[in-house]
């Protein structure tokens, strides 16, 4: 009975050592829109909406994502996914992920930008896919694109964040 046991043991042990080494390929991200939802005196905040693409054979369980977005090699904003959400094999899929920024960072972001029409940027951060616990892996991402994205103000201004 002990040698079963043992050997179930080993097989256990083998098996989880053989599933944390499958990693998976992280999705491939485009920023495909930006939006001001609130501006104040001292901050922004921002929906950037992705675009992902899951190069997998395998459906990707995506519970977060955290991102910090460069705009022409400013940092402009950090933030993270507001819900998770499935990506099928090989498919395409949408993310929005809320972003906040200081107004210190889109004053720096607005010299840069003088006489430009084009935006040149950068989003990296962190995928976690997958189960709970040990099952769940963190997928680094980075990518880096030219895009004549514009940003879209909203249609009131709420002085100091306050307003209806």
Same mark, same amino acid.
């Given at each position: 009975?002990?040698?079963?046991?043992? *050997?179930?043991?080993?097989?256990?042990? !083998?098996?989880?050592? *053989?599933?944390? @080494?499958?990693? /998976?390929?992280? /999705? #491939?991200? +485009?920023?495909? @829109?930006? %939006?001001?939802?609130?501006?104040?005196? &001292?901050?922004?905040?921002?929906?950037?909406?992705? +675009?992902?693409?899951?190069?997998?054979?395998?459906?990707?369980? $995506?519970?977060?994502?955290?991102?910090?977005?460069?705009?022409?090699?400013?940092?402009?904003?950090?933030?993270?996914?507001?819900?998770?959400?499935?990506? /099928? *094999? #090989? #498919?395409?899929? #949408?993310?929005?992920?809320?972003?906040? &920024?200081?107004?210190?960072?889109?004053?720096?972001?607005?010299?840069?930008? +003088? =006489? +430009?029409?084009? $935006?040149?940027?950068?989003?990296? @951060? %962190?995928?976690?896919? =997958?189960?709970?616990? $040990?099952? &769940?892996?963190?997928?680094?991402?980075?990518? %880096? !694109?030219?895009?004549?994205?514009?940003?879209?103000?909203?249609?009131?201004?709420? /002085?100091? =964040?306050?307003? @209806?």
């Amino acid at each position: 009975m002990t040698m079963t046991r043992t *050997a179930i043991l080993i097989l256990l042990v !083998a098996g989880l050592t *053989a599933c944390a @080494g499958i990693r /998976p390929a992280p /999705p #491939e991200v +485009q920023l495909s @829109g930006l %939006e001001i939802t609130d501006l104040s005196l &001292s901050h922004a905040n921002f929906l950037a909406r992705l +675009q992902l693409y899951n190069p997998n054979g395998v459906s990707l369980d $995506i519970k977060s994502l955290k991102f910090t977005l460069f705009l022409n090699d400013v940092r402009i904003a950090d933030g993270q996914s507001t819900k998770p959400l499935t990506l /099928p *094999a #090989e #498919e395409n899929g #949408e993310a929005t992920i809320r972003l906040s &920024s200081s107004f210190f960072n889109l004053f720096q972001l607005t010299r840069k930008l +003088q =006489g +430009q029409d084009q $935006i040149a940027f950068n989003l990296n @951060g %962190e995928v976690k896919v =997958g189960g709970l616990g $040990i099952l &769940s892996t963190t997928v680094p991402i980075e990518h %880096e !694109a030219v895009s004549y994205t514009h940003l879209t103000l909203p249609t009131t201004i709420k /002085p100091w =964040g306050w307003g @209806g």
